[in-house]
């Protein structure tokens, strides 16, 4: 069946290190591809996106590509700093297509903690 | 425009006890959702719905119940709590199948 696998964490690292979340899925189709990130007592937000192969979604440094031939969906950034400290989310959408609602399913989330 | 907002931010109950979540939005959009969040398991769907009067279940939907009377309103209800039921309690919106906007969050605790 459809599922994701998300880095498990927690991640540490120093300010203006490099960050790389790895992110698989299993589809049966082509599902849509989002990064959600959570802020210490916060709900979600939309951190980027892809919909097709070979997009690539970016927002505030980060960047990820939909990579069909591996199905993964990589989160990385150059120069992490403090305020990127929260809990990311991959998550596929699985599914969707006429009329069906199909299925945003999460990883289990990754903590990252940035030091100065 | 507030955006998705959840009512209350903190409850505490006692096994047996029933409650009612409620979750507005002011983006009038179709697509509302609930999930829960539970300590390394991601967020997992409890119901959802497609528009005003329409509800399906999710993933996880046995002993919670939801009504949608109006677009801009998602009640999630709990009849008899459990300890299981414990959790932080989100509620999202979009238009369509898109982005999921998503409210601060209901921290519910059963005892």
């Known amino acids: ?116 | 425009n507030a955006g998705v907002t959840q009512t209350p931010k903190f409850r505490v109950l006692k096994t047996g006890q029933s409650m009612t979540l409620l979750c507005a939005q002011d983006m009038n959009h179709e697509y509302m959702y609930w999930y829960r969040q539970d300590p390394g398991m991601g967020l997992r769907l409890i119901h959802y719905s497609v528009g005003e009067g329409t509800t399906a279940k999710g993933e996880v939907p046995d002993g919670y119940n939801v009504s949608r009377l109006k677009k801009q309103n998602f009640l999630l209800g709990l009849e008899s709590a459990a300890p299981s039921q414990t959790s932080v309690y989100f509620c999202a919106s979009s238009r369509g199948r898109d982005t999921q906007y998503f409210g601060p969050g209901t921290r519910l605790t059963v005892l």
């Not at chain 1, 069909?68 to 150059?78: M, N, Y």
């Not at chain 1, 400290?85 to 989330?109: D, E, M, N, R």
């Open chain 1, 1 to 116: 069946g459809d599922s994701v696998t998300q880095m498990e964490g927690p991640v540490t690292l120093s300010e203006e290190a490099f960050l790389t979340i790895n992110c698989t899925y299993t589809a049966t189709g082509y599902p849509s591809l989002f990064w959600y990130v959570q802020y210490p007592g916060e709900g979600l937000q939309l951190l980027l996106k892809a919909t097709k192969a070979d997009d690539k979604g970016s927002n505030k440094g980060f960047e990820a590509t939909y990579r069909k031939e591996t199905t993964s969906f990589h989160l990385e950034k150059g120069s992490v700093q403090v305020s990127d400290s929260a809990v990311y989310f991959c998550a596929p959408h699985f599914g969707a297509g006429g009329t069906s609602y199909g299925k945003l399913t999460f990883g289990q989330g990754t903590i990252l903690t940035v030091h100065p």
